[in-house]
């Protein structure tokens, strides 16, 4: 196995980042435990740890996926009792007196298209 780079201490700070995202995805389709990789490569092992956990952490801020929570919105007229805002931007609007095995057709068929 070839190793990543240099060593850590060579790059700049800008270049940490993608130093380590790089040693990341190296490690990840290695085979090896954190402890090997990082004697094989030569890098610091809590340094390792420390930078896998900031990257996820940037990454989870960063995605572009919807976020598993929906908008639920009470409208001002009676004819619908519920108004769901879906992370797709669409609105779901749920009269009073829906038969529930309906709602949950509905909700499934929502669901299943990728909407919520």
Do not use: H
Not at 11 to 28: G, L, N, Q, V, Y
Not at 63 to 69: I, R
Not at 85 to 104: C, M
């Amino acid at each position: 196995m070839e190793t990543i780079m240099s060593t850590e201490q060579n790059s700049s700070k800008d270049d940490k980042p993608s130093f380590w995202r790089m040693a990341i995805e190296t490690w990840t389709s290695s085979g090896l435990s954190v402890r090997q990789f990082c004697k094989l490569e030569g890098l610091s092992e809590p340094s390792f740890y420390s930078w896998r956990k900031k990257l996820a952490m940037q990454d989870s801020k960063d995605t572009s996926e919807p976020s598993a929570f929906i908008e639920v919105a009470m409208p001002q007229n009676n004819r619908v009792a519920v108004e769901l805002v879906l992370p797709s931007g669409n609105t779901l609007r749920i009269p009073f007196g829906v038969d529930p095995a309906t709602l949950r057709t509905v909700l499934s068929a929502v669901r299943a298209v990728g909407l919520c």
